[in-house]
């Protein structure tokens, strides 16, 4: 049997799973994160196995761009229930050295995702796959006030097969489903209306086309140590490390018109709401999105012999490396370089 190709629901979802489970191993605790329904997901919490259970049980239109065509990309809510089932022996000890109950395990565990989402509520970015865009977009979560009687339906709908358990409710929106075939983009425009009367003939004045515009705009993340996309990122200081401005132990990810020059701008803090320059250096853009392993650098750190904390903003420049002129810069990232210990 052939392999059913990814869609935009499925990669949207394992988004999300993916989200949870790296959020859980870097607190050191390691879940079963199942996209299944909730019948399916109570199976799988056997023995010393915890889960997640993610059951996308509803997609709606994004009440917004009703005039798109067929061939643009079009836009969608899903709706997720969110459902913790603990080991059937419980969790692990507690500080008395007693097994946690299972019932414990099942807040702990949901408190935990709700902590996630409440920090992190845009999650990606992803690219929506099988279509012609490849549209980049990110997941904002929303936690929905869920009523008893909505709940109630979803539960039933289950047959009875699996008893309530404490669940929370997200959307997560918009995902972009891509057209196979992409709608031709419109040229830029050549002519426009100088005066329309009843009683003189229609005029028109011709613009020259535009070829090119030089705007273009940068986008920047750090890149932690499980491969995550963060904007602040903390390390602990060395004399090896820092003192010397050896090869970057950060990895950055630079995204904007791929082949042009950003110009990356280091800033240390020098007091509380001071900054002062730190290293400003620049480099080839090497992709238009954050997928694409071209994207990834190792620029050199800015030279330090004690702690401190910097953040790094890239800016567009022209085919001469020039900053452009009335440019925005990306968004600010944040390092932080603790003392060791």
Not at 223 to 247: I, K, R
Request: hydrophobic share 45%.
């Amino acid at each position: 049997m052939a392999d059913v190709p990814p869609s935009a629901l499925s990669v949207a979802a394992k988004g999300v799973a993916d989200a949870i489970d790296a959020h859980f191993r870097r607190n050191g605790a390691k879940l079963h994160i199942a996209t299944d329904t909730p019948i399916e997901g109570a199976k799988l919490a056997n023995g010393d196995t915890n889960v997640v259970n993610l059951f996308f049980y509803r997609v709606a239109p994004s009440g917004f761009h009703a005039a798109q065509t067929s061939g643009e990309p079009m836009l969608i809510r899903t709706y997720c229930l969110v459902t913790p089932f603990a080991a059937k022996g419980g969790g692990g000890p507690d500080g008395n050295g007693n097994a946690v109950p299972a019932g414990e395990t099942d807040l702990r565990i949901l408190g935990e995702v709700l902590r996630l989402f409440h920090e992190h509520p845009v999650l990606g970015p992803f690219s929506a796959p099988g279509g012609a865009n490849a549209t980049a977009y990110a997941l904002q979560s929303v936690l929905l006030p869920t009523d008893m009687e909505e709940i109630n339906h979803i539960w039933t709908a289950l047959n009875g097969e699996t008893a309530y358990r404490m669940s929370a409710t997200y959307e997560f929106s918009l995902v972009p489903v891509d057209p196979a075939q992409a709608a031709p983009a419109s040229g830029p425009m050549t002519g426009f209306v100088a005066e329309v009367d009843p009683n003189t003939e229609r005029r028109t004045t011709e613009l020259d086309a535009v070829a090119t515009l030089d705007g273009w705009q940068p986008d920047l993340r750090l890149v932690d140590a499980q491969g995550a996309l963060v904007e602040a990122l903390t390390l602990t200081w060395s004399a090896a490390a820092f003192a010397n401005n050896p090869a970057d132990p950060v990895t950055l990810a630079l995204i904007g018109a791929a082949g042009r020059i950003a110009e990356l701008v280091w800033e240390r803090q020098v007091g509380p709401n001071d900054w002062e320059p730190a290293v400003t250096v620049q480099t080839v853009v090497g992709a238009a999105r954050f997928d694409d392993p071209a994207s990834r650098l190792q620029p050199a750190l800015p030279q330090t012999d004690a702690p401190t904390l910097y953040r790094l903003a890239a800016w567009p420049t022209d085919g001469a490396g020039a900053r452009l002129p009335d440019a925005r810069p990306s968004r600010t990232l944040t390092l932080a370089v603790e003392a060791g210990p």
